[in-house]
Antibody, heavy 123, light 107 residues
Framework: EVQLVESGGGLVQPGGSLRLSCAASGFTFSGQWMSWVRQAPGKGLEWVANINQDGSEKYYVDSVKGRFTISRDNARISLYLQMKSLRAEDTAVYYC????????????????WGQGTLVTVSS | DIQMTQSPSSLSASVGDRVTITCRTSQSISTYLNWYQQKPGEAPKVLIYAVSSLQSGVPSRFSGSGSGADFTLTISSLQPEDFATYYCQQSYTTSWTFGQGTKVEIK
């Protein structure tokens, strides 16, 4: 059974930093692209970042470029999101998700999701 | 970035109704269109990927169709457990985007 467990959320002041973690199990983590997706309170879903299997390719939504860094440790079977210069608008539940699909299938999608960790940016 | 326009933003329907949600993208995205369902307090789950492929375990009353830049999610006979928010999502470029969501409520 695929399990993704996020941790590291909490209350942080504007301008502060936070590191989120996602512990994975139940699948071959080192063979999977991974993502972070967030959801502000009462709002819709927003893709944040993707990372490929060995961490050599990373993509970000424009609003977090230069402030957030996605990374992974395949030996520890974990995904991370380092967040710096946090703003009130970064307040959200942050989900870790697997990327399923392939170009051959004509699809890339979020196959499995964690339960999320809440980040609140406020003074 | 590719813009996603989902409609309606909300709808009220009764059990047994046929429900249709549309998603329009700002450019053609081939087959890179997926649909998700999210219930309050839960993580989203994928229903449909690649426009019309049903994710394993998803009831057959859910179907997807469309091409180019216009796509549709259909629930053929709405069930009580289907009251939720639905999102379309594109993965055609390296910058992925979601529609704003459609909340399906009980009439």
């Amino acid at each position: 059974e695929v399990q993704l467990v996020e941790s590291g959320g909490g209350l942080v002041q504007p301008g502060g930093s936070l590191r989120l973690s996602c512990a994975a199990s139940g699948f071959t983590f080192s063979g999977q692209w991974m993502s972070w997706v967030r959801q502000a309170p009462g709002k819709g879903l927003e893709w944040v970042a993707n990372i490929n299997q060995d961490g050599s390719e990373k993509y970000y939504v424009d609003s977090v470029k230069g402030r957030f860094t996605i990374s992974r440790d395949n030996a520890r079977i974990s995904l991370y999101l380092q967040m710096k210069s946090l703003r009130a608008e970064d307040t959200a539940v942050y989900y870790c998700a697997t990327n399923s699909g392939s170009q051959a299938r004509g699809a890339y999608y979020f196959g499995f999701w964690g339960q999320g960790t809440l980040v609140t940016v406020s003074s | 970035d590719i813009q996603m326009t989902q409609s309606p933003s909300s709808l009220s329907a009764s059990v047994g109704d046929r429900v249709t949600i549309t998603c329009r993208t700002s450019q053609s995205i081939s087959t890179y269109l997926n649909w998700y369902q999210q219930k309050p307090g839960e993580a989203p789950k994928v229903l449909i990927y690649a426009v019309s492929s049903l994710q394993s375990g998803v009831p057959s009353r859910f179907s997807g169709s469309g091409s180019g830049a216009d796509f549709t999610l259909t629930i053929s006979s709405l069930q009580p457990e289907d009251f939720a928010t639905y999102y379309c999502q594109q993965s055609y470029t390296t910058s992925w985007t979601f529609g704003q969501g459609t909340k399906v409520e009980i009439k």
